[in-house]
């Protein structure tokens, strides 16, 4: 087992879900992908390694056959819809979003609609009916319209909120983007990811890891391969594929 001693809360964690007899579950998202890249290389080869799926949040608008080209050599990876262009269409005193109220609500949904059909379109059954909204972020009133242009489930971050279609969220994610812009401390990445699976153990939603290749220092690599290691050598723990969590319907993905 890592030696690191920042991970022994995880390990001690994972060892106890074992002793009872208790599965440990985490899925993995990494947005804004769009087309083929040394980061995306290192990313699907990373996770090829530890057999874990990965979910990539494509910007519908920004990507072509070069992405599909690539990931044809990889099963483990499925794609979401990242919105449409991931443009800004909020005012600069506001916080980023391009699914927001300041827009008309349908030319909201025609560029949602478009989205699932691109992305659907050159992916085929690699393609997961799945919104993943720019920035995290989306306007609740059209939330109960997603259902009806064709989408299955809804994933943003943090705590999910009670919807007409299945909500997968993110919950740990490895960026410091209000500081550094690279990796968090590893350390307080463990814990969380420790607190969110005693969490889960009560309830509440699986770990859902959120990532963006592009972004990533070294730091962000070696995190990465140190917490697949860690949970590879782990016989409680799964990295579920998305279908496995939407297929559980409305609500958390639990």
Not at 31 to 37: F, H, K, L
Not at 74 to 101: D, M, S, Y
Not at 140 to 168: E, M, N, Q, R, T
Not at 203 to 229: C, I, K, M, Q
Request: proline share 7%.
């Amino acid at each position: 087992m890592m030696s690191d001693s920042i991970w022994d809360p995880l390990v001690e964690e994972l060892a106890s879900r074992q002793r009872a007899d208790r599965k440990v579950e985490l899925w993995l998202r990494d947005d804004d992908a769009v087309d083929p890249t040394p980061a995306l290389d290192r990313l699907l080869d990373l996770t090829g390694e530890f057999a874990v799926p990965v979910t990539l949040a494509v910007i519908p608008a920004l990507t072509d056959g070069k992405l599909v080209g690539r990931l044809d050599k990889t099963p483990h990876a499925t794609v979401a819809i990242h919105g449409w262009a991931h443009r800004n269409h909020a005012p600069e005193n506001q916080k980023k979003q391009e699914l927001g109220p300041h827009r008309p609500r349908g030319v909201v949904l025609d560029d949602l609609a478009r989205g699932l059909s691109r992305v659907t379109g050159l992916h085929g059954a690699r393609a997961v009916p799945m919104l993943v909204p720019p920035w995290n972020r989306i306007d609740a009133g059209l939330i109960s319209d997603l259902g009806s242009i064709g989408f299955a489930a809804l994933s943003v971050y943090g705590p999910p909120k009670p919807a007409s279609l299945a909500v997968v969220n993110s919950n740990v994610d490895i960026m410091d983007w209000h500081g550094t812009r690279g990796c968090r401390d590893h350390g307080l990445l463990v814990q969380a990811i420790v607190a969110q699976l005693q969490h889960a153990f009560d309830g509440g939603e699986p770990v859902g890891l959120l990532t963006h290749h592009l972004a990533h220092d070294e730091s962000a690599w070696l995190f990465l391969e140190r917490l697949f290691a860690v949970t590879a050598q782990a016989e409680a723990c799964a990295w579920l594929p998305i279908s496995t969590l939407i297929g559980r319907g409305p609500g958390k993905g639990k």
